[in-house]
């Protein structure tokens, strides 16, 4: 039988459990009790203070057969100084029988055409590898892959996950941190002599003496740890690292408050007026998303399906909101899915740095956050211990993916298609 889709906006009011339907089968995977489904399309078609999400519905054939939908919600974003509306696509559902190109292309096609008309300057989304080649045959423009960064907090909960690993990820692993320690080294101790210890003097020679060494005796130590993790000898490493990691990170917190100043923190539900004045006074980055506490909340607290807190340091001697960071915990790791400060920079660090002491005083392993952002800021993370982790096998690289219409002014586009532009967060990527 040919395949012969359409797509139209529709009202979403007026088909609100068809939507449902298609959010609950294929997008949650069907195990959603119906008081989670209904709350969570009033949620997404209604509660947004940035507007009602607008929808498109896709059909198959003269009979119009309903085989999936595509939303965008309104999101108010900074743009180089001018606040502007963007759409935020999501809630992309394809029925199973009709996850071909053919059928998706209708629906996202549609959306993109009918953009400005829905009263959005610009539409922008988050799709894996597998599902790109649609947004790109609808006019979208890949902008940046996004980075996972993670800082460890406890030793042995790395030490397991390498036992898990196959020994060429093992090799993998001890090669990327052999290369940090050797980089590290090279740039302490600049001498050319010295230097020579750690650097190959041509790419294509064997590793220099001291660098072979250590990547020898890495390699020892992980094949030893990862065959008995939970042995005596492993244990009292891993206490050895752990008390290392946190004399550090106690020190460079030090060094960040007598530059930063005094400061105190603390862990609320919700979003308050604190987060509006810290909107109202900082400078964010040419693209940012808009975070007053309306927003917030709607994003992270109202709907409860997980459970989100907001980590915030504020200024000890007049109590203002200085930046904070939005995590959830899965598994015993703290995901960060929003942050913002008063500055990128040292407030950043410093919030960061609190954020990894507090989480390591409540047991957890891990810090992770995902981010699309400048070089810059990754430069930033690297330096306070953050490193950079391939994504998930099954999930491949996701891509922030821009359209903007064709008549729209050139110094907009030149700002929207730039990738140093942009800082964009995991909460406000997708929804």
């Known amino acids: 039988m040919e395949k ?65 939908s595509g939303s965008f919600i309104p999101r108010d974003v900074h743009v180089s100084g001018r606040m502007l509306k963007a759409g935020v696509l999501g809630d992309f559902a394809v029925t199973k029988a009709h ?26 989304g988050f799709p894996n590898k597998a599902s790109f080649p649609i947004f790109q045959r609808a006019g979208y423009r890949k902008i940046s892959d996004s980075t996972t960064w993670v800082r460890p907090l406890t030793a042995a909960y790395k030490i ?28 302490a101790v600049p001498h050319a002599r010295w230097r020579a210890l750690w650097e190959s003097a041509d790419p294509g020679a064997p590793p220099a003496p001291l660098a072979r060494a250590l990547s020898t005796a890495a390699e020892r130590a992980v ?24 004399l550090r990170d106690t020190a460079a917190l030090l060094a960040k408050r007598v530059k930063g100043g005094r400061v105190r923190t603390e862990i609320t539900e919700s979003a308050d007026h604190r987060f509006d004045a810290l909107w109202s006074r900082a400078k964010p980055s040419p693209i940012a998303g808009e975070r007053s506490a309306a927003f917030l909340n709607w994003r992270y607290a109202r709907l409860g399906a997980v459970h989100y807190r907001f980590f915030c340091m504020l200024d000890r001697h007049d109590g203002r909101l200085l930046g904070y960071a939005v995590y959830t915990v899965r598994n015993n790791k703290v995901e960060v899915v929003d942050l913002f400060c008063e500055d990128h920079g040292p407030t950043a660090d410093l919030l960061l740095l609190e954020l990894c002491q507090a989480m390591r005083r409540e047991g957890h392993a891990s810090v992770g956050i995902l981010l699309v952002s400048p070089p810059s800021f990754g430069a930033r993370l690297r330096a306070l211990g953050f490193f950079a982790r391939p994504h998930p096998p099954g999930v491949g690289s996701r891509w922030l993916v821009v359209h903007v219409d064709p008549s729209s002014p050139d110094e907009l586009r030149r700002a929207l298609l730039d990738p140093n532009s942009w800082f964009m967060t995991d909460g406000e990527l997708d929804v």
């Open 4 to 68: 012969v889709y359409s797509a139209a906006r529709i009202r979403p009011e007026e088909h609100r459990d068809v939507l449902a339907e298609l959010w609950r089968v294929n997008l949650a995977g069907g195990d959603v009790p119906q008081e989670l489904v209904e709350r969570r399309m009033r949620w997404f078609q209604e509660q947004n203070p940035a507007g009602p999400a607008r929808t498109w519905m896709g059909y198959h054939g003269p009979e119009r057969e309903v085989i999936g």
């Open 223 to 246: 094949q030893r740890a990862t065959v008995r993790p939970d042995s005596a000898l492993v244990r009292a490493a891993g206490r050895a690292l752990d008390a290392s990691m946190a």
């Open 160 to 187: 397991h996950e390498l036992a898990a690993l196959s020994a060429g990820e093992q090799q993998d692993i001890v090669s990327a941190v052999t290369q940090r320690v050797a980089e590290r080294a090279a740039s």
């Open 99 to 124: 996850r071909i190109a053919g059928a998706a292309m209708s629906i996202q096609r549609e959306i993109a055409k009918g953009c400005r008309d829905a009263g959005v300057d610009f539409l922008y």
